[in-house]
C-alpha cells in the first residue's frame, strides 16, 4: 500500500521545490514592495551559506533537537507523498514541531522562550482545523490513506468547501506568513528578535530552513488533495492558493496571537465543523 | 482458580501485618515481599488465563457474602462517626440513605439467594489486574522511602505509617475484588471499600486542608455509592430471585433490564472517575502525599470508575442515556484540558489531566461501539502506566527542590537529569505519537466518524488534543531548558525509588512497542466476545509507528556527534551586558536577573470560569439522563 518509491521522490526532490518556490516567494514580495529582490536561487545560497558557518550554540542539546526536528518532518511528508495515514502524517509533524519547541527551551534565552510559547500557540491554533480536515477528507472518501484520497474520482473541493476555506487559514499559519507570524518570521521584527530560531545559527538554522521546505511541499500536497479528482485544475489550485497567501503576507500587519488563536479555533468551528455537520447530515439522509 | 481469592486476600493479610508492624526495617520487608508476591500472582493469573476468555467460578466458602454485609455495616459506623465528629452531615446523610438501601436489600431480598457465580474472570478483568498487581505495588515499594522523606520533612504531622500502609494493601485488595467479582453485591462491597481507603488516605496529614478535601472526595463517592446501591434495589426488585446480579447474567439480557442499572452504575462510575461535575475531589485529593496521588490516578479508585462504565459499555452503544454519558466525558475531557494550560502545580496538571483522560475514555465506553470500547480499554493501560511514572517523578522532584510548581523545575535537565528523562518521557507517552496516549486518540478519532453523533467527539477530539500538546510541551520546555548555573541533587535518591521509576519508564516504552501483542491477545479477543467483533489498527501502520520509536531511540545518539566542533556562546540578551548566570544590566545600571515563566493564559482557559461551566453543562446532562431514566422505570 505504502508507495517507497514516491518518498524517495520527496526526499530528493522536495527541497529543490521547496527552496525554488521559496525564491519566487521572495522575488514576487520584493515586486509587491517595488523592489527588484534577490534571483530565484538565493535560498540556495543562502542555506549554503549557513552550511559552511561555524556551529554556534548555547547548549549542545540543541543540536539534537534540531536534527529530531528536520528528519521527523521529511520521516511525515515522505509518508504523506508515500501514501500513508493521513492521521498518522498529521502526528508525525505535530510531533516534529515540538522538537522545533524544545530545541528553542533548551537554550533558556529570552527571546527563543518567547518564541517557542508562540509556537505553542500556533501549534494549538492551527492543529484542529488540520485534523478536521483529514476527517472531511475521510467522511468523503471513507479513506485515511493519502493514495487512496488522491486516487479519488469526487471533486473533495465540492464537498468541502468550508474545510478548505480553514484550510488556507491554517496555511498562512504554517507558512509563517504576516499576519501569523507570531513565533519567528521571514522579516525582522522588534520585540522578537528571530522568535522561535533566535539562538540557531549555521548548520542548525539551515537545517531549520531545509526543513522549512520539506514542509511547505507536504503542505502544498495537502492543498493538492482537495483537487486531486483533475490534476491540471489541482496544479493550477496550489498556484492560486499560494499566490494568495504572498498577497496576504505583504498587506496584513501581525496580529497579536489572541487573534491568531481566536480566529483560527472561529474559523475551523464556523467553516470545518459546518462543513462536516452538513456532510454528517446529508450522509444520514442520503443513506 | 485459587489465584483470584488469593489476589483478593493475599493484600488483605498483609494489610492487618502491617498494621501490627511499627519496625521500619520489617516493614519494608513485608511490603517489598508482599509487592513482589502479589505482582508475582498477578502475571501467574495472566498465563493462566489469557487464552480462556471468560471464565466463571463459584465460591465453596458459605459466608462470604454475610461477611462482607457485616464489614460494610461496620464502614457505615465508622463513617457515621467521624461524619458526626467532624460534622460533616452531607456524609452522613448519604451513608444513612446507603445504608438503609443496603439494609433493605439484604433484610427483603438476599436472605437465601445466592448468585451461582461471585466471581469471573476475562480478559479485561486481566488487564485492570495487571495494573494494579504490578503498577499498584510499584508505587506501593516506592511510597516506603517516600514516606520516610515525608515524615522528616513535615515533623509535624503524625506518623500514622502503619495506616498508611495498611490502607495501601487494603486498597489494592479492594481493587482485585472490584474487578474479579461478578457479583454485583460483591462489586458494591469493594466499591465502598475503595471509597472508605481514599478518605483516610487523603486525609493522612490530619490539617484542616487535608480533612476537608477527604470529605469532599467521600461525600462525592457516597453519592455515587447511593446511586449504585439503587442499582441493586431495582435489579432485585425487577427479579427478586436474583438472577440479575451477576454481571455477565445482566449483560446478556437486554437493553430492557440492564439499562436502568446500568445507567445508574454509570452515574457511580462517573463520580468515581471523577468527571465534571465531581471532578473537584480529585483536585482536592492532592494535599495527600505524592503516593497515594500516584495511587488514586493510575491504578485505582479512578480507575474503579472507568472500568464498571467500560464494563457496562455493551450496554450503553446506541441509546440515549449512553450518549449523554458519553457527553459528560467529552465534555470534561475538553475543560479539564483546558483548564491544565492554566495551571502551574505540578501535581494539579497531572489531577487535570488524569480527569481529562478519564473524561475521555468514559466518551469512548458511552458511545460504546467495538471500535471505541478497544480504544478505551487502550487508553486505560498507557494512562496508568505514563501517569503514576509522571506522579512519581513528581514526587521525587518534590523532596528535591522543595517545590512542586512547574516554573521551580526550570532547567531540571542540569539539577537532576535522570529524573528529567523520566519525566520527558512521562511527558511524552501522554501526548506524543508515537506513543501510547495519542494511538488511543488516533484509534478514537477513527471511530467516533462512524458512531451515532460522532462529529461531536471528533470535533472535542481535535480541540481537545490539540490544547493537551500546549500544557505539556510548555512543562516539558521548561524542564529541558539548560540553566546556566543548577547544582545537582539527585543523589540522595534512595534505591528503591531508581529501581522503581526505571522500571516504570522502561514500561512506559515497552508498552508502546508491544501494543499490537497487547491488543491481539487481550483487548481484541475481549471486544470479540462482548461485540462478536472486532478493531485492530492497520498493520503498516503499526509498522511505521513501531520504526519511528526506534527512530526516536536512536535520536539521542546523534549527540555523540556533536562532542566535539560545536563553539558555545552565551545566550542573546539584546546586547545588554551580561554575567555568565543571566543576570544583565537593566535600565538605570540595575543589574536583574533573567527569570523566563510559561504562558497560563488566565483570561482563557482560567480555572474557576471553565469549571462553572463545566460543572453546569455536565450536572445538566445527568439531569437530563436522570429525567430519562424516570421516564424508563416508570
Given at each position: ?11 530528493l ?5 521547496g527552496?525554488?518556490v ?6 514576487l514580495t ?7 529582490g ?5 535560498p ?13 550554540v ?6 539534537f ?5 528536520i ?5 511525515s ?8 495515514d ?7 509533524f505535530?510531533?516534529a514541531?515540538?522538537f522545533l519547541?524544545l530545541?528553542?527551551y533548551?537554550?533558556n ?6 518564541g ?8 494549538i491554533a492551527?492543529?484542529?482545523?488540520i ?8 467522511m ?6 493519502v ?7 469526487l471533486p473533495?473541493?465540492l ?5 478548505f476555506?480553514?484550510f ?13 507570524d507570531?513565533s519567528t518570521?521571514h522579516h ?6 528571530k522568535?522561535?530560531t ?6 542548525n538554522l ?5 526543513a ?7 503542505l502544498?500536497?495537502?492543498?493538492y488533495l ?5 490534476p491540471?485544475?489541482a496544479i ?12 496576504i ?6 496580529v497579536?496571537?489572541?487573534?491568531t ?12 465543523l ?11 439522509v442520503l443513506? | 482458580?485459587?489465584?483470584l481469592p ?5 493484600p488483605?493479610?498483609a ?11 520489617l516493614r ?8 513482589l ?5 498477578t502475571?501467574?493469573?495472566?498465563f493462566t ?7 466463571l467460578?463459584?465460591?465453596?466458602f458459605?459466608?462470604a457474602s454475610?461477611?462482607?454485609f ?6 457505615a ?6 461524619g ?19 439494609i ?6 438476599v436472605?437465601g ?7 469471573f474472570?476475562d480478559q ?5 489486574a ?5 503498577i ?6 516506592y511510597?516506603l522511602?517516600?514516606m ?9 504531622i503524625?506518623?500514622r505509617r ?5 490502607m495501601?494493601f ?13 457479583n454485583?453485591?460483591w462489586v458494591?462491597f ?9 478518605f483516610?488516605?487523603?486525609g493522612y ?6 480533612t476537608n478535601n477527604?470529605?469532599l ?10 446511586a ?7 435489579l ?5 430471585s436474583?438472577?440479575?446480579?451477576g454481571i455477565?447474567?445482566?449483560?446478556t439480557?437486554?437493553?430492557?433490564i440492564a439499562l ?8 457511580a462510575?462517573?463520580t468515581?472517575?471523577?468527571?465534571m461535575p ?5 483536585v482536592?485529593?492532592?494535599v ?6 500516584a495511587?488514586l490516578h493510575?491504578?485505582?479508585?479512578v480507575?474503579?470508575g472507568?472500568?464498571?462504565?467500560v464494563?457496562?459499555a455493551?450496554v450503553?452503544t ?20 483546558a483548564i491544565?494550560i ?6 494539579k496538571?497531572?489531577?487535570y ?5 478519564l473524561?475521555?475514555?468514559?466518551a469512548?465506553a ?5 471500535k471505541?470500547v478497544w ?6 493501560i498507557?494512562?496508568a502506566i505514563?501517569k503514576?511514572?509522571?506522579?512519581l ?7 528535591r ?9 526550570s532547567g531540571?535537565?542540569?539539577?537532576m ?13 501522554m501526548?506524543?505519537a508515537?506513543?501510547g496516549m ?8 477513527e ?5 451515532q453523533?460522532g462529529?461531536i467527539f471528533v470535533a472535542?477530539?481535535a480541540?481537545?488534543g ?7 510541551s510548555?512543562w516539558?520546555?521548561?524542564i ?10 539527585e543523589?540522595?535518591?534512595?534505591k528503591?525509588?531508581?529501581f522503581?521509576?526505571?522500571l516504570?519508564?522502561?514500561l512506559t ?12 491477545t ?6 470479540m466476545s462482548?461485540?462478536g467483533?472486532?478493531?485492530r489498527?492497520?498493520?503498516d501502520?503499526?509498522v511505521?509507528?513501531?520504526?519511528m520509536?526506534?527512530?526516536?531511540m ?9 562532542r566535539d ?8 540578551m ?5 554575567t555568565t548566570?543571566?543576570?544583565f544590566?537593566?535600565s ?9 515563566s ?9 480555572e474557576k470560569?471553565l469549571?462553572m ?10 439531569l437530563?439522563?436522570g429525567?430519562?431514566?424516570?421516564g424508563?422505570?416508570?
Amino acid at each position: 500500500m505504502i508507495s517507497l518509491t514516491n518518498a524517495i521522490l520527496f526526499l530528493l526532490l522536495a527541497p529543490i521545490i521547496g527552496g525554488l518556490v521559496s525564491g519566487i516567494d521572495r522575488k514576487l514580495t520584493a515586486r509587491m514592495q517595488g523592489r527588484v529582490g534577490p534571483p530565484i536561487l538565493q535560498p540556495f545560497y543562502d542555506v549554503g551559506k549557513l552550511l559552511e558557518k561555524e556551529n554556534l550554540v548555547v547548549t549542545t542539546s540543541q543540536n539534537f533537537y534540531i536534527l529530531s526536528y528536520i528528519v521527523f518532518i521529511v520521516v511525515s511528508g515522505a509518508l504523506f507523498f508515500a501514501g500513508g495515514d493521513l492521521l498518522l502524517v498529521i502526528f508525525a509533524f505535530t510531533l516534529a514541531h515540538i522538537f522545533l519547541v524544545l530545541g528553542a527551551y533548551a537554550s533558556n534565552s529570552p527571546y527563543s522562550f518567547v518564541g517557542a510559547e508562540r509556537e505553542l500557540i500556533q501549534i494549538i491554533a492551527y492543529e484542529p482545523m488540520i485534523i478536521l480536515s483529514a476527517v472531511g477528507m475521510f467522511m468523503v472518501t471513507k479513506s485515511f490513506f493519502v493514495n487512496e484520497i488522491a486516487a479519488s474520482e469526487l471533486p473533495l473541493i465540492l464537498y468541502l468547501p468550508g474545510v478548505f476555506i480553514g484550510f488556507l487559514m491554517v496555511f498562512t499559519i504554517k507558512l509563517r506568513k504576516s499576519p501569523f507570524d507570531l513565533s519567528t518570521s521571514h522579516h525582522a521584527h522588534q520585540e522578537l528578535v528571530k522568535g522561535v530560531t533566535t539562538e540557531f545559527t549555521g548548520p542548525n538554522l539551515a537545517k531549520i530552513e531545509i526543513a522549512h521546505w520539506y514542509e511547505n511541499v507536504f503542505l502544498l500536497g495537502f492543498v493538492y488533495l482537495f483537487f486531486a479528482f483533475n490534476p491540471a485544475i489541482a496544479i493550477v489550485a496550489i498556484i492560486v492558493a499560494y499566490l494568495l497567501e504572498i498577497l496576504i503576507d505583504n498587506t496584513f500587519s501581525r496580529v497579536k496571537w489572541q487573534l491568531t488563536l481566536k480566529s483560527a479555533w472561529i474559523v475551523a468551528g464556523m467553516m470545518g465543523l459546518v462543513n462536516l455537520g452538513v456532510l454528517y447530515y446529508l450522509a444520514g439522509v442520503l443513506i | 482458580m485459587i489465584e483470584l481469592p488469593f489476589l483478593i486476600i493475599f493484600p488483605a493479610i498483609a494489610a492487618v501485618l502491617l498494621l501490627f508492624i511499627a519496625n521500619e526495617t520489617l516493614r519494608n520487608a513485608v511490603v517489598k515481599i508482599a509487592a513482589l508476591l502479589i505482582g508475582a500472582g498477578t502475571i501467574y493469573a495472566f498465563f493462566t488465563y489469557f487464552q480462556s476468555g471468560l471464565q466463571l467460578f463459584s465460591v465453596p466458602f458459605e459466608p462470604a457474602s454475610q461477611i462482607m454485609f457485616v464489614l460494610e455495616l461496620f464502614i457505615a459506623l465508622y463513617i457515621l462517626y467521624v461524619g458526626i465528629q467532624c460534622r460533616r452531615y452531607l456524609a452522613v446523610l448519604l451513608i444513612i440513605i446507603q445504608s438503609a438501601l443496603l439494609i433493605y436489600v439484604e433484610s427483603v431480598f438476599v436472605m437465601g439467594i445466592h448468585p451461582e457465580f461471585n466471581l469471573f474472570i476475562d480478559q479485561f478483568s486481566l488487564i485492570m489486574a495487571m495494573i494494579i498487581g504490578i503498577i499498584g505495588t510499584l508505587i506501593c515499594v516506592y511510597a516506603l522511602r517516600y514516606m520516610q522523606t515525608y515524615h522528616a520533612h513535615h515533623p509535624e504531622i503524625k506518623d500514622r505509617r502503619r495506616l498508611f500502609f495498611f490502607m495501601f494493601f487494603v486498597f489494592l485488595s479492594g481493587m482485585f475484588g472490584l474487578v474479579f467479582s461478578n457479583n454485583l453485591l460483591w462489586v458494591f462491597f469493594f466499591w465502598e471499600i475503595t471509597t472508605l481507603c481514599s478518605f483516610i488516605l487523603i486525609g493522612y496529614s490530619q490539617t484542616k486542608e487535608a480533612t476537608n478535601n477527604a470529605f469532599l472526595a467521600l461525600e462525592m463517592n457516597l453519592l455515587g455509592g447511593v446511586a449504585f446501591a439503587g442499582a441493586l434495589l431495582y435489579l432485585l426488585y425487577v427479579d427478586p430471585s436474583g438472577q440479575f446480579l451477576g454481571i455477565e447474567q445482566l449483560l446478556t439480557s437486554g437493553y430492557a433490564i440492564a439499562l436502568v442499572p446500568a445507567v445508574l452504575i454509570g452515574f457511580a462510575g462517573i463520580t468515581k472517575a471523577a468527571l465534571m461535575p465531581f471532578s473537584s475531589w480529585l483536585v482536592g485529593a492532592m494535599v495527600a502525599p505524592t503516593p497515594v496521588s500516584a495511587l488514586l490516578h493510575s491504578s485505582t479508585m479512578v480507575k474503579a470508575g472507568v472500568y464498571v462504565i467500560v464494563r457496562f459499555a455493551p450496554v450503553y452503544t446506541g441509546t440515549m442515556e449512553g450518549l449523554i454519558i458519553g457527553l459528560v466525558g467529552g465534555f470534561t475531557f475538553l475543560l479539564a484540558s483546558a483548564i491544565a494550560i492554566s495551571q502551574s502545580n505540578a501535581k494539579k496538571v497531572l489531577a487535570y489531566s488524569t480527569i481529562a483522560n478519564l473524561g475521555l475514555i468514559v466518551a469512548c465506553a458511552g458511545v460504546g461501539t467495538y471500535k471505541l470500547v478497544w480504544a478505551a480499554i487502550l487508553l486505560i493501560i498507557f494512562h496508568a502506566i505514563a501517569k503514576s511514572l509522571l506522579f512519581l517523578c513528581v514526587g521525587t522532584v518534590e523532596h528535591r527542590i522543595g517545590s512542586k510548581d512547574i516554573e521551580d523545575m526550570s532547567g531540571l535537565i542540569v539539577r537532576m537529569p535522570k529524573i528529567a528523562v523520566m519525566m520527558f518521557i512521562g511527558i511524552a507517552g501522554m501526548f506524543l505519537a508515537p506513543f501510547g496516549m495519542l494511538i488511543s486518540k488516533w484509534a478514537a478519532i477513527e471511530a467516533f466518524i462512524e458512531a451515532q453523533f460522532g462529529l461531536i467527539f471528533v470535533a472535542i477530539l481535535a480541540f481537545g488534543g490539540s490544547i493537551t500538546v500546549m500544557f505539556w510541551s510548555k512543562w516539558m520546555g521548561k524542564i529541558i531548558s539548560v540553566i546556566p548555573s543548577g547544582e545537582k541533587v539527585e543523589d540522595t535518591v534512595k534505591k528503591e525509588k531508581w529501581f522503581v521509576l526505571y522500571l516504570l519508564t522502561a514500561l512506559t516504552v515497552i508498552v508502546c512497542l508491544i501494543f499490537p501483542l497487547i491488543s491481539s491477545t487481550l483487548i481484541e479477543p475481549f471486544v470479540m466476545s462482548v461485540y462478536g467483533q472486532t478493531a485492530r489498527l492497520s498493520q503498516d501502520n503499526i509498522v511505521i509507528m513501531a520504526m519511528m520509536i526506534f527512530l526516536l531511540m536512536l535520536m539521542p545518539f546523534s549527540l555523540l556527534l556533536y562532542r566535539d566542533g560545536v563553539k558555545h556562546v552565551p545566550a542573546y540578551m539584546g546586547g545588554r551586558p551580561t554575567t555568565t548566570d543571566m543576570r544583565f544590566q537593566g535600565s538605570m545600571g540595575i543589574t536583574r536577573e533573567t527569570a523566563l515563566s510559561n504562558y497560563y493564559f488566565e483570561d482563557y482557559f482560567g480555572e474557576k470560569r471553565l469549571l462553572m461551566a463545566g460543572t453546569a453543562l455536565c450536572f445538566g446532562l445527568i439531569l437530563l439522563a436522570g429525567v430519562l431514566l424516570t421516564g424508563v422505570i416508570l
